[in-house]
């Protein structure tokens, strides 16, 4: 279902580099990209209209220094007082002009991110376990938080650059041609070359820089990697590896470094001087009087000082389409998630459970062709503990999962009440199925939070209490410094294996469902921990179905059944006194469990 998605990076960098991309997708794109934009027509005409304010400016600029320079020639003082001010006025108006347009570009750019944002994250609360399972969590992360930024900077930027500098380069042109017209004329003929020289070395800074991102991107990860593993890496003497490793990317990124400069260096005097080209030709031609008959001083300064304000907005203007190409390719990222299979729920149906299950020849294949469990068959009555037990890798976790439907089976029906488990409406079905994985997850957020999470968040303290007892986690929880309102920090990193293994526990306990499923809920407890909570899950037990999943046997032995799994079938089914009878499997890892 989701296997064709790529990993972002290579996906859009596979964009760049095709130059010529097909049509129809990118202004597909574009176009679902403009109807994020639509509400906010009102702030993208304040923004226009802040940048022809702008743009207006430049021409008054241009018409000011020809009045002051026919002034001085002339040598009228008349308007002595009037140009301070009208410089003043002019610098005034063209901020309230770039005010306008910086400010509600802006408006449209953060809603923007915003809103995409918000949008992706509830898309993946949305997503099947199938998304999860094929794309590697650090990718879904960058989604959220590189491409949607992305996007909106590409392309909210192109578009005020596009009206920033379009208005400023057809006020600037329009002022040209209406001063005089065959120099403009000229002007044209010398311009194009130029600007083409000026992409060909603005293009070779870019490739620069991006290596030096590229670089920068390999010294922050190993970075994260030795300051996240900072305790192998001592443990292990991995010192004089790791700082060797940091040395030769950092002389990478040294090395990119002058290159840029280098580039930077050249570039700019470069593109200098072939303005300079440009104008000479400009001001030669003008002092001839075939092309001009009569100019005033004034109107030759103003002239030259318009087309010299033309430079800078005509470089970003040609810019332009890399930065909308950037920000489409990620926007086809963001859309392709988007545009993702959500989880499907094709139940109806969401009675009160009694517990009873039936697995019919059930088999499951992974994505990737494991076949992690083949033609399984297991009835189980409402009330019944079953214990599940076997080598790793047997497939019990992934029999539990196929329970609340965070996978889907193969072949093979589930029914619960002689129901069909795709008939129940999921969050019914998950409701009533209170399960501890082998992962404990815990939020950063308080202990009273961790246990009353979700669904469970209306219970009182003195049930939040109770279950955190039979979890075997009171006395823990009491002795950290405000109890049940303790802060655990991001993934409860604070707490030992165990304790963390008892929060998740008490969760369970807390939803009070019929069916409880716990998958080595006990694996990270010392012995004693394990005993107790043992007796408090005894008692739990008895009025719901219960599956466990165990390591050690002595956890298991008052089940009603034990199903021994290997290779993803049942090869031994029974009572524990049945099972040692039996002297196989089951016998053999008894003894050795006591051994
Ligand atoms: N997400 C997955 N993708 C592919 N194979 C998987 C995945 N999860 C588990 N497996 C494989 O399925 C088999 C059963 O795994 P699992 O159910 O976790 O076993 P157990 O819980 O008994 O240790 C193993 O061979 C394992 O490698
Ligand atoms: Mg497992």
Redesign the pocket.
């Known amino acids: 279902m989701s296997q064709a998605y790529l990993p972002d990076s290579k996906k859009s960098s596979a964009k760049n580099a095709s130059a010529v991309s097909p049509v129809t997708p990118k202004s597909k794109t574009l176009l679902r990209l403009l109807r994020y934009l639509k509400p906010y027509w009102w702030a993208l005409l304040l923004t226009a209209l802040g940048f022809a304010i702008n743009a207006g400016t430049e021409i008054w600029t241009a018409k000011l220094l020809q009045y002051i320079t026919d002034a001085i020639n002339q040598n009228d003082r008349s308007k002595q007082a009037l140009f301070p001010l009208l410089i003043i006025l002019l610098f005034f108006v063209r901020g309230v002009g770039s005010f306008l347009g910086n400010y509600y570009s802006a408006l449209v750019s953060r809603n923007l991110v915003y809103e995409l944002r918000v949008e992706v994250f509830n898309k993946l609360l949305r997503l099947p376990s199938s998304f999860y ?1 094929a794309n590697p969590a650090g990718t879904i992360s960058s989604k959220l938080i590189f491409d949607v930024e992305q996007v909106t900077a590409a392309s909210t930027d192109s578009m005020k650059t596009l009206l920033r500098d379009g208005l400023t380069v057809v006020a600037l042109i329009g002022f040209l041609f209406y001063s005089n017209w065959r120099l403009t004329l000229i002007l044209f003929v010398v311009l194009p070359p130029i600007l083409w020289l000026v992409r060909i070395a603005s293009k070779r800074y870019l490739r620069l820089s991006k290596g030096i991102q590229e670089t920068m991107g390999n010294v922050s990860h190993i970075t994260n990697e030795v300051i996240g593993g900072y305790q192998v890496v001592k443990n292990y003497g991995g010192q004089s590896y790791e700082s060797a490793r940091f040395d030769k990317t950092s002389k990478k990124n040294l090395r990119q470094g002058m290159k840029v400069v280098v580039t930077n260096s050249i570039n700019t005097p470069a593109v200098q001087l072939l303005m300079a080209v440009a104008m000479a030709v400009v001001v030669w031609l003008a002092l001839r009087p075939v092309v001009i008959d009569d100019i005033s001083a004034g109107e030759f300064i103003s002239y030259i000082a318009a087309a010299g304000l033309l430079s800078k907005p005509v470089r970003s203007l040609t810019d332009i389409n890399q930065k909308l190409q950037k920000g489409l390719a990620a926007g086809e990222s963001i859309f392709a998630l988007l545009d993702e299979p959500e989880e499907e729920d094709t139940g109806t149906i969401s009675k009160a459970l009694s517990g009873q299950m039936s697995l019919d020849n059930i088999s ?1 294949v ?3 062709s ?4 083949r033609d399984f068959t297991l009835n189980i009555k409402a009330g019944e503990t079953v214990a ?1 037990v ?12 196929l329970l609340t439907r965070t996978l889907e089976t193969s072949s093979g029906q589930i029914t619960l009440d002689g129901m069909p488990i795709e008939d129940i409406k999921l969050e019914s079905l998950r409701a009533q199925i209170a399960m501890v994985n ?1 992962q404990v997850v815990l939020f950063n957020t308080t202990v009273f939070n961790n246990i009353a999470y979700g669904g469970l968040a209306d219970k009182t303290q003195a049930e939040v209490e109770q279950a955190a007892k039979d979890a075997f986690a009171h006395d823990f929880i009491m002795k950290m410094p405000n109890g049940y309102q303790s802060e655990i920090g991001a993934e409860g990193l604070q707490l030992s294996g165990g304790q963390r293994q008892r929060l998740s526990i008490a969760r369970a306990l807390l939803k009070d469902a019929p069916i409880l499923i716990l ?2 809920a006990t694996s990270a407890l010392d012995n004693e921990s394990e005993y107790y909570i043992q007796q408090a899950l005894d008692n739990v037990m008895k009025d719901r179905t219960t599956l466990v ?1 165990a390591h050690r046997l002595t956890t298991i032995e008052s089940a009603d059944r034990i199903a021994v ?1 290997d290779g ?1 079938q049942i090869v031994e089914l029974g009572t524990h006194n049945e099972l040692m009878q039996l002297q196989g499997h089951y016998a053999q890892m008894y003894a050795r469990d006591f051994k």
């Open positions: 399972l499951l992974y994505p990737d494991t076949v992690a469990l599940l076997g080598r790793s890798g047997a497939g019990k976790s992934s029999l539990v999962n082998q998958d080595e999943i799994m993803g």
